[in-house]
């Protein structure tokens, strides 16, 4: 059983940055690949940005360029390191990582970007 605790959500204006944490707990010996998505209201749940355990990345063109997605093995988390954040951004943030087939979720972080 994977745990997935998100942090780091909050309100920021237009232009700013905030860095979510994902951090996975549990008797965990190897994590898969980590994701993050975000869902705003009433809109379905995109994902953001990829990571596998090598460190290779894959991000959605809407935030290409702005976001970037890192993890530490060591400490079985992911970070989202998100720059120059616009009104767009605004969505509850979400992390999901794979364990040996199966796909566990956090539950989320908001994060509110006001113009």
């Known amino acids: 059983q994977v745990q997935l605790v998100e942090s780091g959500g909050g309100s920021v204006q237009a232009g700013g940055s905030l860095r979510l944490s994902c951090a996975a707990i549990?008797?965990?010996?190897?994590?898969?690949?980590m994701d993050w998505f975000r869902q705003a209201p009433g809109k379905q749940r995109d994902l953001v940005a990829s990571?596998?355990?090598?460190?290779?990345?894959n991000y959605a063109d809407s935030i290409e360029g702005r976001f970037t997605i890192s993890r530490d093995n060591t400490k079985n988390t992911m970070y989202l390191q998100m720059n120059g954040l616009q009104p767009e951004d605004t969505a509850v943030y979400y992390c999901?990582?794979?364990?040996?087939?199966?796909?566990?979720w956090g539950e989320g972080t908001l994060v509110t970007v006001s113009s």
């Open positions: 990571i596998t355990r090598g460190g290779s990345t």
């Open positions: 549990g008797r965990l010996s190897s994590l898969g690949t």
């Open positions: 999901r990582a794979a364990y040996y087939g199966t796909l566990y």
